[in-house]
């Protein structure tokens, strides 16, 4: 990060105000990316809170207002509600803006904003990869993407310019970037959070219905194992909702390849196959380390959180 770099924008505005769009405003304060934040959300509460915490220059009373003089302008809705978004900015945007999103599924996000956009408008797609279970605006904080990815996928109609822009600003949020295809975005998304987001459902959801294992011993003995998937399974219901409603292709090529391992291993328990077991944890045993040596997670144990209730922050999300 620059510290004293001068700002790159004169306005941004945020449409979402929840953990994604207040990180943003926080990170983008921290090193001064924009003369000015705006933003808009749509219930008043989310807006008073805003205004409260802080953390805009600016709290607008319609999406459009946020938009009207901005030259980035930050989709940070849920995915299901960024068409209607995008429809209601289009008439307000200055020639020469740029329109983002931070949406985790990209394709269809594509589909959805792009023809809504006026000419002389650019798109420039993104999706940080850095999130924790906790939603709303409280939930927000500077440092929630800084050595995490954002991956940018943009469009044959996204001016060069206007990416490197875009690029600028997540790197001054602390992020690394990197590009590729929306369709590829969402494979890699499908196994490397999409799936295991579901499987953390289905784990959590098996719990709760074995009448045997009653709701206080599944919180007195979680262990850090199953603890993880509550956390996981904490996340927001709407965001996840429409994930599986947008990146459905994906997600089910991806659950079928699961459901073939989840047979073998089921197999291999059956059979009394230890060398077959042995083996396919020794090698999922390496990806861990491959995950720690790119700095994506701490070594210490249970994940680096402290224990209690209070340990959310930095992990869950994507
Ligand atoms: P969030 O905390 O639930 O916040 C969502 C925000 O969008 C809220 O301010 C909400 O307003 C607003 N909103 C919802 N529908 C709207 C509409 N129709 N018009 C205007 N505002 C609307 O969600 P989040 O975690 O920040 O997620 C936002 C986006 O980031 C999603 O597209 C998600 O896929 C993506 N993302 C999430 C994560 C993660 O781990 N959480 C990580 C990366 C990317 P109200 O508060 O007034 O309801």
Known sequence: MSGAAPPLFGRVALIGLGLIGASMAWAMRRDNVAREIAGYARSADTRAAAGRLGFLDTVCDSAADAARGADVVVLCVPVGAMEAVAAEIAPALSPGAIVTDVGSV???VIAAVAPHLPE?????PAHPLAGTEQSGPEAGFATLFDNRWCILTPTPASPRRAVDKIADLWRRCGANVEEMTPQHHDLVLAVTSHTPHLIAYTMVGVADDMAQVTE???IKYSAAGFRDFTRIAASDPTMWRDVFLTN???TLEILGRFTEELFALQRAIRMGDGEMLFDYFTR?????????EAGQDTAAPDFGRARGLGDAVGGGGE
């Open 120 to 124: 002389g408008a650019a798109f420039v």
């Open 284 to 292: 999922t045993r390496a990806i861990r380390r491959g995950i720690l």
């Open 216 to 218: 206080s011993e599944v």
């Open 248 to 250: 459905r292709e994906a």
């Open 106 to 108: 990209k394709a269809a």
